[in-house]
C-alpha cells in the first residue's frame, strides 16, 4: 500500500463549480498534514495545514479523520487559476519533532475551464 | 529577502557525466531538505542536512549520490556516472525550524536531463 495516495484525476470542472479532492495515507502514527499546490513544473507551495477539527481558508476547506486515515479539500466557487495539481502531504514530524520529512502524493490535477 | 535559491535551473549531461546542483537556503534557514520528482510521480525524500551535517539520508540511493551542506555556501546534491533514470526534477526546500511542512520553502529546482 503507497504511504499516501491520491486519485490522479484529472478533474475537469467549469468556473464556479464545487470540487472534492481525497486522501488517504497508511502510516497511523503520522502527526502532520498538508495541501500544496504544484503548477506545471514549478515547485510545490503550501496551501494550507490540516487540523483535526477541520480548518477553511476562504474558498478552501480541508478535513481530517484520523480514525479512517482520510484527508480531503474542498475548494468552492472555482476559479480559472485554481488549475494545478494538489498534493496531499503527510508528516510523521510535530513541532520540535525529530522526524523532518514530508511524505507527498502524486497529487491531483484539476482543470477549471470558462 | 530572496527565497531558496537553485541553480542550475536546467541541467544537460551526458551519461557517465557527474551533476552538481546547487542550493542556497533562505536568509536565517539551517535546516535544507532535498527532494526529487521524478516524471509523473511525487515529489521523494531524499536527505535532510544542517550545517556539516547530514541528519537522515534515508531516501538516497545507496551508490553515485552524496549531498553536504558546508559551514559556508550552498548546500550541493552530487550525482556521479549519471543515468537516464536519473532525469527528474530536484527541489531543494529550507526551513528555520526542524521539519514543520508548513515552515519548508521550496526553490524553483533544477531540471536534470540525461542524454
Known amino acids: 500500500r503507497k504511504e499516501v495516495e491520491q486519485d490522479p484525476g484529472p478533474f475537469n470542472v467549469p468556473e464556479g463549480a464545487t470540487v472534492a479532492f481525497n486522501c488517504t495515507y497508511s502510516?497511523?502514527?503520522?502527526?502532520?498534514f498538508f495541501w500544496y499546490r504544484q503548477d506545471c513544473r514549478k515547485e510545490p507551495k503550501l496551501l494550507m495545514s490540516?487540523?483535526?477539527s477541520g480548518n477553511e481558508d476562504g474558498r478552501f476547506t480541508a478535513q481530517l479523520n484520523r480514525a479512517s486515515q482520510y484527508i480531503s479539500l474542498l475548494i468552492r466557487d472555482s476559479k480559472l487559476s485554481d488549475s494545478a495539481t494538489y498534493l496531499c502531504?503527510?508528516?510523521?514530524?510535530?513541532?520540535?519533532?525529530?522526524?523532518?520529512?514530508?511524505?507527498f502524493g502524486k497529487g491531483t490535477k484539476l482543470s477549471v475551464k470558462p | 529577502n530572496a527565497g531558496v535559491m537553485q541553480n542550475p535551473r536546467h541541467l544537460v549531461r551526458r551519461r557517465g557525466q557527474e551533476a552538481r546542483l546547487r542550493c542556497s537556503p533562505m536568509?536565517?534557514?539551517?535546516?535544507v531538505y532535498w527532494y526529487r520528482q521524478l516524471p509523473e510521480e511525487g515529489l521523494k525524500f531524499m536527505v535532510y542536512l544542517q550545517k556539516e551535517n547530514i541528519i537522515d539520508e534515508s531516501g538516497m540511493p545507496k551508490e553515485r549520490f552524496s549531498a553536504e551542506f558546508p559551514k559556508e555556501g550552498p548546500s550541493i546534491l552530487r550525482i556521479q556516472q549519471v543515468v537516464r533514470g536519473d532525469s527528474a526534477a530536484y527541489f531543494c526546500?529550507?526551513?528555520?525550524?526542524?521539519?514543520?511542512?508548513?515552515?519548508?520553502?521550496f526553490g524553483s529546482g533544477t531540471q536534470l536531463s540525461v542524454l
Open positions: 502510516n497511523s502514527a503520522s502527526q502532520s
Open positions: 502531504v503527510v508528516s510523521l514530524g510535530v513541532l520540535g519533532g525529530s522526524q523532518g520529512n514530508l511524505i
Open positions: 526546500a529550507s526551513s528555520p525550524l526542524q521539519g514543520r511542512g508548513e515552515k519548508l520553502f
Open positions: 536568509k536565517g534557514h539551517s535546516h
Open positions: 490540516v487540523y483535526s
